[in-house]
């Protein structure tokens, strides 16, 4: 299980670095026609939003498995030791039935935009795949943080700091 974390998050990460990458490039060749050639990208603003959703919902892949989502933990830092425990479990409880319930939601509406051909304006690109990486990176991250619990009750060692 630990061999297959490790390549999924290997995955999300150089997937998001590639997609945050790609965003930068199309901005520096937005930026470059636009000042030295008097021609700008139509499209450029559009993808470069695809691209930065695409990086944030496959990025918090990693965020998730690390424990690492912005959180009020100040608190819980007060607590004892097995109280923060079991409270760190409940947040990763509700953070996966949290991640569950928008992946379901999100769904139907993705096959609709699908279903429609629905595209964007200026890239006629087809909506569903940027608002697939929503769920997509929910169902990951839901899948990773179980993969984390799962290990935890084992007493098996994870790469994720609050394990």
């Given amino acids: 299980m630990a061999k297959f974390v490790r390549g999924l ?3 999300t990460r ?9 965003s ?17 990208i139509p499209w450029a603003e559009e993808i470069m939003l695809f691209l930065m959703v695409g990086c944030v919902f496959t990025g918090c892949c990693a965020v998730a498995w690390e424990g690492r989502q912005i ?3 100040v608190v819980l830092a007060m607590l004892p030791p097995k109280a923060r ?17 928008v992946t379901a939601f999100a769904w139907p509406v993705i096959a ?14 087809p909506l569903y ?17 179980a993969f984390r619990l799962l290990m935890r009750t084992r007493g ?8």
């Fill in 24 to 40: 930068v490039a199309v901005n520096f060749a937005n930026i470059v026609g636009r000042y030295f050639f008097s021609i700008s």
């Fill in 9 to 11: 998050l290997a995955i």
């Fill in 85 to 101: 425990e079991f409270l760190d479990v409940v947040s990763d409880l509700v953070m996966m039935a949290t991640a569950v319930a």
């Fill in 112 to 125: 609709q935009l699908a279903e429609f051909d629905e595209r964007s304006q200026a890239a006629n690109f």
């Fill in 156 to 163: 098996g060692h994870t790469d994720a700091p609050h394990s």
């Fill in 14 to 22: 150089t997937l998001a670095a590639v997609l945050l990458i790609s």
């Fill in 129 to 145: 795949v940027p608002q697939a990486m929503v769920p997509l990176g929910y169902s990951l991250m839901a899948l990773l943080i």
């Fill in 71 to 73: 959180r009020m933990d």
